[in-house]
Nanobody, 127 residues
Framework: QVQLAESGGGSVQAGESLRLSCAAS???????MGWFRQAPGKEREAVAS????????YYSDSVKGRFTISLNNGKNTLYLQMNSLKPEDTAMYYC?????????????????????WGQGTQVTVSS
């Protein structure tokens, strides 16, 4: 199973930016890779994902236009650029790698598509 390690979390003021990184232990091809988040007392929710075979990206409505997911050329580091952060973005952010698939699609935002998870990195946004 692929190992994932997140970094880049921290505490910022509303309106500021952060960039999260996720280093994977191996080259990841033809699968969804995503960012999820979980706030205290809430379910883990999808934030953004990318299908590594084509580079197609998928975003939750709550972050569309503010967050950008990207993948380095080697396909083993995933990024999440978070701009215009809001207090409601406060959560533990997790990187995840999905199952090998011939195509990507909206299922890249489904939690059960993923079978490898990182330990998480905390993002705190104060008003």
């Amino acid at each position: 199973q692929v190992q994932l390690a997140e970094s880049g979390g921290g505490s910022v003021q509303a309106g500021e930016s952060l960039r999260l990184s996720c280093a994977a232990s191996e080259y990841l091809y033809n699968r969804c890779m995503g960012w999820f988040r979980q706030a205290p007392g809430k379910e883990r929710e999808a934030v953004a994902s990318i299908y590594t075979g084509t580079g197609n990206r998928y975003y939750s409505d709550s972050v569309k236009g503010r967050f950008t997911i990207s993948l380095n050329n080697g396909k083993n580091t995933l990024y999440l650029q978070m701009n215009s952060l809001k207090p409601e973005d406060t959560a533990m952010y997790y990187c995840a790698a999905g199952k090998l698939r011939p195509v990507g699609g909206s299922w890249c935002l489904a939690r059960d598509e993923y079978n490898s998870w990182g330990q998480g990195t905390q993002v705190t946004v104060s008003s």
